[in-house]
DNA sequence: AGCCTCTTATGCTCATCAGGCATACATTGA
DNA sequence: TCAATGTATGCCTGATGAGCATAAGAGGCT
């Protein structure tokens, strides 16, 4: 069924003869009048009847004519779609991140991006460290929106970074600084994430440096199980700054290592063999410059009510 | 844009490798490779990363096998409608046919027609004579249901022949018998169809051969506005009897012209350089079958009763 | 009827192009 | 580093489709 045989068909059942046919499509009559010849064997059904010297469609010629227009109309409409992914506005784009960040990042900021790129249609996945690596490289996600651990597989484009804090009861005995040493966290009951959090693993490098054997209470892959455990007293949760707490009542508390925080380079990554689509590059950029505006998400308490002052629509929000 | 391409890319966007299309597809690898090269300058549009030793889509590849799908499908369909037009049972059947006949005979046989044949769509035109012609010649319909009148360019399936009658209220005198001849009419006020009408050329013929000079009243296209008249007792309407007269109260005699009942042969036409589609066939049959259950569908008064009580239903319906 | 015009059908030739083959090159895993 | 797997490319060939020339069919006009 090739495609000129239903072109050069319509023709001539437009036109009515095979010859004007073949002026309009500018090739010669007889190769026109064996590719109606050719068609209607292929299909073995007559598509035309001779009436003296000109053809008109048999009924079933004339059903078929609407099919083939219609086929024909589709193809076109490729050509089109073509025309329309080439302009690189338009499109799927499939992020993975790790939940804590959709719930608070990209729960805000995709509206807002919809918005700016209406004819980009993100697709979530949630997925964290290996898990996330092994999509980007079976292709299965465009980029992936995690801690920067220097893999050469990987390009990057640099979002503002994570670090590591400290939640507990207000009530809880932990100083009266806004940070607190690693060291002095052993002492504690903690509530840790799970391995599969480079947060996670980030403190439990910090802590084999300061030679420190943490107490843990509960290893979790929930952060929010954490954030309640910890605001009814009952130890200290290790988090990200990524996450939200402000629907907890808590004390947060920077942790350093060496009296200088214990930060992470905080990425868009995507396979190095795999160029981004286009419109990817809009949303590294729109997802960047949101990022500067609002992180970080969780603020050491001191310093909370002043950012509260400075960004309320984020802090307080409870719509999302 | 050609289809073999389309057909390629699926399937090595399926399979990932081009090795493995080029098995499916049973043609050589570098031939594959080469459509998918072609397709992607054509479309001026990376469809595929290399990663590693695969190949996986880009984005807009995946957007575009979506597409591409898509438009196989309807191609491949195009094949199964051809297999359904060839087989013959399935398609549109345009009939012309005279505006009295559709009313006293297509209307009530093409919903039982279309018990039979259900995949058969009928198209109606309503023509009459030389526009009929006209239409069959332009190929504008397929089959007309007329007046036989031995003309070459057709052929005809004959159906039970028309006949002339006439038409007057009861308390008109026109003689007590189911006959009248046609020379005794002269002295009526006649109330005739227009010549677009076979049954008038027919009349105004066997009037000629008789030598009678009609009294015209009125000379109308609407059989109607001739019933309506005659039952007012203004005059002889001179009808065919495929009229339905079932919704007026009239007096019918037969015309006879040297005794013997003035009639045409009816049949259906068609193009003979148009073979007719094969559904067709079975129009005719089942048309013919219909019109000799129910014809004529005005009889002369005498023997109305004895035949209402054969054919109630066709006689007494006013359902349609 | 005969001629002219318009149109389609067919035989032949030629050019184009797609596919096959051989092979180079790239990636991956042992 | 080698074997295995896969892709790209140069070259050749054969199938196919288009053009040309022409025959043949149909309609219209004188």
Redesign the interface.
């Known amino acids: 069924?090739?495609?000129r045989r239903?072109r050069t068909f319509v023709a001539v059942a437009e036109l009515g003869t095979v010859s004007k046919a073949a002026l309009r499509l500018r090739i010669t009559q007889p190769a026109l009048s064996r590719q109606i010849m050719d068609l209607q064997q292929e299909?073995?059904?007559?598509l035309f009847?001779?009436?003296?010297r000109r053809l008109?469609?048999?009924?079933?010629g004339?059903?078929?004519l609407g099919?083939?227009r219609?086929?024909l109309a589709?193809?076109d409409?490729?050509?089109e779609?073509?025309e329309v992914?080439?302009r690189g506005d338009t499109?799927?784009?499939?992020v993975a991140a790790p939940p804590h960040t959709i719930e608070s990042i990209l729960s805000m900021f995709l509206p807002r991006y919809a918005e700016l790129f209406p004819n980009v249609h993100v697709k979530l996945n949630e997925a964290l460290g290996r898990e996330q690596t092994a999509m980007l490289?079976r292709?299965e996600v465009?980029i992936g929106i995690r801690h920067d651990q220097g893999d050469r597989r990987f390009e990057s484009r640099v979002l503002p970074p994570d670090e590591v804090l400290a939640a507990c009861a207000p009530s809880l005995e932990l100083g009266h600084s806004a940070v607190i040493d690693i060291g002095r966290l052993a002492s504690y009951p903690l509530l840790l994430l799970d391995q599969g959090y480079s947060i996670r693993r980030l403190f439990d490098a910090a802590c084999r440096l300061t030679d420190v054997e943490p107490n843990i209470l509960l290893e979790s892959r929930a952060p929010h199980t954490l954030l309640a455990l910890a605001e009814a007293g009952q130890g200290v949760a290790i988090i990200p700054s990524l996450l939200r707490t402000d629907r907890y009542t808590l004390r947060i508390v920077r942790v350093t290592h060496r009296r200088k925080p214990i930060r992470e380079r905080f990425a868009i990554q995507w396979?190095k063999?795999?160029?981004m689509?286009p419109y990817?590059e809009s949303f590294c950029e729109a997802l960047a410059k949101y990022m500067r505006e609002v992180l970080p998400i969780t603020h050491p308490t001191e310093s909370k009510m002043a950012a509260a002052r400075k960004r309320p629509a984020v802090r307080k929000s409870r719509t999302h």
Do not use: I, N, W
């Not at 009847?49 to 003296?52: C, K, L, P, S, Y």
């Open positions: 069924m090739e495609l239903l299909l073995r059904l007559r009847d001779r009436v003296g008109v469609l048999t009924a079933e004339e059903q078929f099919h083939c219609s086929v589709h193809v409409a490729l050509g779609r073509a992914l080439r499109g799927v784009l499939k490289e292709g465009h396979d063999r795999r160029p689509p990817a």
